[in-house]
Each structure stands twice: as structure tokens, then as C-alpha cells.
């Protein structure tokens, strides 16, 4: 590891040296999902939501070609502001390393960090995957084959309901990644509690999701595991209330053309338009409940 570009903040330092639990969390929502202060505000309270539910929050981004793993005060206020930052995946990461520059870690990229710096879960909103109409673009998210291949327990409120959620599921059941519907028998449907489509495995306890991230190491299976954990009641966007929205959405994005990697942007923008904001308010109550049973779940690893 010493070889690595690869630098710890002094919180992930001191907890890796006194056994801690640890939970690895991404940054391409301080750089491209909110504007500043914004941002950096929502970053610090997941982060608290870490600390607060028992275990030590470790930001991924890559900051003038070093990973770090945590960020100092000064570098995540930094990243706040900074413009120009690549959004990285697994196609774009050792690029952006090799070539000294500055960029925010997507699923899979935190997936890949994480592991080298051997944390085992990572807490995110919604993982990508297969988008609409991908029968004719083929635009699927990296996402779901690091999932596959990497052995980090993501918890997320489900794949991003602006996806084609089926086509999502069998992909996932194809690669073979466990997804793991917490305390309902339906996958949550990210903004709603609601997909339609019933989970392949419930379970209702931190204890179980962390035994069978063991027992997947032990039984030498590649990958991870996707934890879908429903947004609070209180928060949720009701399925019956957000699908005519995203419809709406994406026939504006037809119309106008927008295709590859500006459709998610775009859409996320309008719905968060169409919604008045509360599609905001959501995203950000079960970022912090993801957050809160990753840490639940790290704590019961170590």
C-alpha cells in the first residue's frame, strides 16, 4: 500500500490504527450533485451521520492526483469549490491519478478506492444502471459490474428511479450480486419505498447483511453486495406521485436531444424542478439514513 497514491486524513488514520469501524463515502455529490455551500454542508452532516451512528466516515476523491481516503476540513472545503473536477468511474480514475489531476469518485470509483484501503462497506444515495432505451444505446453504469467485482457492501436506497429498474434487477441477478431489500420484501425505489418489483433477498438486521459480506469472502465469491434500504416514510416521494414526473422528464430529454452522460444531470435537474425541491429534501434524508446503517453495518464487521 505504501506504493500507492494513496493518503489517509488523520480521523481514517487514527481509526484504521485502533480498529474502528470505517465507512466509505463518495464525493461526486459535493462536485456535481449541489452547488456550493450546499454541497460541502450536506457532505459534513453525512458524515456526522456516520460518527453519530458508530463508526469513523471516510470521503473518497482524488485531490491533484493522490486518493485520499478522508479529507481534512481545508480539502473537502476546497473540493466545494473547486471547478473543473472529472467525475470519475472505473474508466477514468488512473487518468486522472497518473496525470496529477483532481476529480470526485462515482460509485465504482469509491467502490475500487475503498477496497485498496481496505474498508468493506461504502454508503451512497442510489447506484447507477441500466437507463431506458438501453436495448438500442447500451448505456449501462459501471457501476453494476464493479459491483460484481469488487467485495464492498454498498448501501443505497435502490438504483436511481430515472433508470430502467427491471432491466437494472436482471443485470445485477445476471453478474450475480446479491441485492438485499432491508425490513420489506419490495426493492425500494429510491425517492419512494415503492418499486413494483419484488427484492430477490430481505433481510432486517445489520448482523445478517454483515455475515454474508464474511461469508461471501469465505466461500472465495468475487464482488460485493447491494444493500437497497427504503428511504424514511416521512421523506419518501410516493411511487404514484414521482413515475408521471420522471416520464415527463425524459420525453423532455428526447425532445431536445440530450443523450450519454448529460441525461442523468439533466434529468435530476428537472425533476428537482418539476418536484419544487423536494426531490432534493428526499435524496438527502436517505443519503443520511444510508449512512446511518452502513455504519451499523462496518461496526458489526469489525
Known sequence: MTTLPLTF?????EARARGL?????????????MPWPQNVETARAVEDAVRGAGAVPATIAVLDGTVHIGLEAA????????????KLSRADLAVCVAQGRTGATTVAATMICAHLAGIAVFATGGIGGVHRGAETSFDISADLHELAKTPVTVVAAGAKAILDLPKTLEVLE???????????????????RASGLKAPVRMDHPQQIAAAHRMRAALGIAGGQLVANPIPAEAEIPRE????????ALDEAEARGIAAK???????????ELTDGRS???NTALVLNNARLAARIAAELV
Open 21 to 33: 469501524p470505517l465507512v466509505a463515502l463518495e464525493s461526486t455529490i459535493i462536485t456535481h450533485g
Open 241 to 248: 406521485q414521482i413515475l408521471p414526473v420522471i416520464e415527463t
Open 280 to 282: 432534493l429534501t428526499a
Open 174 to 192: 445476471t453478474l450475480g450480486v446479491p441485492v438485499i431489500a432491508v425490513g420489506q420484501d419490495e426493492l425500494p425505489g429510491f425517492w419512494s
Open 75 to 86: 480539502d473537502l472545503d476546497r473540493l466545494g469549490r473547486a471547478e473543473g473536477v472529472m
Open 262 to 272: 448529460a441525461v442523468t444531470p439533466f434529468l435530476l435537474q428537472r425533476i428537482f
Open 9 to 13: 486524513s488523520t480521523e481514517v488514520r
